[in-house]
Nanobody
């Protein structure tokens, strides 16, 4: 069983920055693929970014590329999402997720490959 706890959400103005954190339980965090997803009110949960356990290869949605950075610190069992130049359309609940089965990086934009999810943290960007 893997538990994921997100933190770092909040309210910012457009152009601002936030850094989300996701603390994970488990002894083999370094071997998990990790991802960030978001869900705006009335919309489906969308892929944001992922990081593969081999070589820390990263993968981003086009809408956040060059603005968001996903990273991990394995000895702290922690995943991060640095969000810069935030836009009102980034407003959503952000979820971190863990894939413990080591799927290929090109599959990590699909939510069904993830086994565990956090409870989410709200990000609100005002114009």
């Amino acid at each position: 069983q893997v538990q994921l706890v997100e933190s770092g959400g909040g309210s910012v103005q457009a152009g601002g920055s936030l850094r989300l954190s996701c603390a994970a339980s488990g002894r083999t965090f370094s071997r998990y693929n990790m991802g960030w997803f978001r869900q705006a009110p009335g919309k489906e949960r969308d892929f944001v970014a992922a990081i593969h356990w081999i070589g820390d290869t990263t993968y981003y949605a086009d809408s956040v590329k060059d603005r968001f950075t996903i990273s991990r610190v394995n000895h702290k069992n922690t995943l991060y999402l640095q969000m810069n130049n935030l836009k009102p359309e980034d407003t959503a609940v952000y979820y971190c997720a863990a894939d413990v089965d080591g799927h290929y990086v090109y599959t990590l934009r699909t939510s069904h490959v993830y086994d565990y999810w956090g409870q989410g943290t709200q990000v609100t960007v005002s114009s």
